[in-house]
């Protein structure tokens, strides 16, 4: 499976995708900077976190007009993967690839630590190689982090099955504990905390691993089908 890691001006965990993806499940990977307009040779696009623009604007809102948001438009309609995460997930809800917006913390702070999420649906790309409603300890750092939508919007996501993952003890102020996201389709992922710095022991957890080995299985079951 080939993977792209999106480049945007501000990025600084792309290096940290990267590495997930290249010694965490032992897949190609390859950077492609913001400025390009083509996917088409890739197979699965992960938007990392940073500060894309520097968030002068707001929260991925510069990054939402960038040349290759189109090209991710384009392939995630055919289906293909693709995960935002922490900035990653703030392009995809200003390019309108995810529904809702993000706000600031509740009590205005960054917050760095380690959190506990719940896995609320395993019938995903995403999630398949947990367990319902296992607990798991993944990352965060961010200071917009109070994922927000309208009641009508959260009836969706509920009725829909596509809130993937909830935070034990919300630490953001996020509605409904909200963690993580996907849209309709199910192959577009975004979630505030980090699953690619939670791939190796050293790292204190290697419970974000199971997440980029979902999205492998899916694709290798996929393609078996059409071979």
């Not at 600084?12 to 996917?39: K, P, W």
Request: glycine share 10%; proline share 4%.
């Amino acid at each position: 499976m080939k993977f792209a890691v999106i480049v945007f001006p501000g990025s600084n965990c792309d290096r940290d995708m990267y590495h997930a993806v290249q010694e965490g499940i032992g897949e190609e990977v390859h950077f492609v900077r913001h400025t390009e307009s083509d996917l088409t040779s890739f197979d699965g696009i992960l938007l990392p976190g940073g500060f894309s623009h520097g968030d002068y604007l707001r929260s991925g809102a510069m990054a939402a007009t960038s040349p290759i948001i189109s090209a991710i438009k384009e392939e995630a309609e055919k289906g293909k993967p693709v995960l935002g995460v922490c900035n990653g997930f703030q392009v995809l809800l200003e390019a309108g690839l995810l529904p809702g917006a993000m706000l600031s913390n509740e009590g205005q702070r960054f917050i760095c630590r380690t959190v506990e999420l719940r896995v609320e649906n395993n019938n995903s790309v995403f999630t398949n190689s947990y367990e319902k409603d296992q607990t798991i300890h993944i990352p965060i750092a961010h200071g917009d982090g109070n994922y927000f939508c309208d009641e009508e919007t959260y009836k969706s996501l509920r009725d829909q099955e596509r809130i993937l993952f909830t935070y034990e003890d919300n630490p953001n102020g996020s509605a409904h504990n909200i963690a993580g996201i996907s849209n309709e389709q199910g192959n577009v992922l975004g979630m505030m905390p980090h699953p690619e710095r939670a791939v190796e022991r050293l790292l204190g957890s290697v419970d974000g691993l199971k997440l980029f080995q979902s999205i492998v299985k899916s694709w290798r079951e996929a393609h078996a089908v059409h071979t």
